[in-house]
Nanobody, 115 residues
């Protein structure tokens, strides 16, 4: 069974940056599955933010293009999300999962953007 542990969130001012990490463990986790970051704001549905395919192709939601960057370290079984130029509307709990989301959800990491 795959376990996903997200970290790196926090409280930042508008325009700030964070680096989110997602560490995967579990013997069934393939080395290079397609992975993604999702987020869920209060009162809203969970949405796809960024994905990285097995081949390394990336794609982003229009709302974060040019500000967020997804990457992976396959040896460490870790997926990252660099989030820059943060806006208040980026406030949410951020989760990682497969693309599509085939694993059990982790606890997520809270990102709060506020002055």
């Amino acid at each position: 069974q795959v376990q996903l542990v997200e970290s790196g969130g926090g409280l930042v001012q508008p325009g700030g940056s964070l680096r989110l990490s997602c560490a995967a463990s579990g013997i069934t986790f393939r080395i290079n599955p397609s992975m993604a970051w999702y987020r869920q704001a209060p009162g809203k549905q969970r949405e796809l933010v960024a994905l990285i395919t097995t081949g390394g192709t990336t794609n982003y939601a229009d709302s974060v293009k040019g500000r967020f960057t997804i990457s992976r370290d396959s040896a460490k079984k870790t997926v990252y999300l660099q989030v820059n130029s943060l806006k208040p509307e980026d406030t949410a709990v951020y989760y990682c999962n497969g693309w599509p989301p085939i694993y059990a959800w982790g606890q997520g990491t809270q990102v709060t953007v506020s002055s």
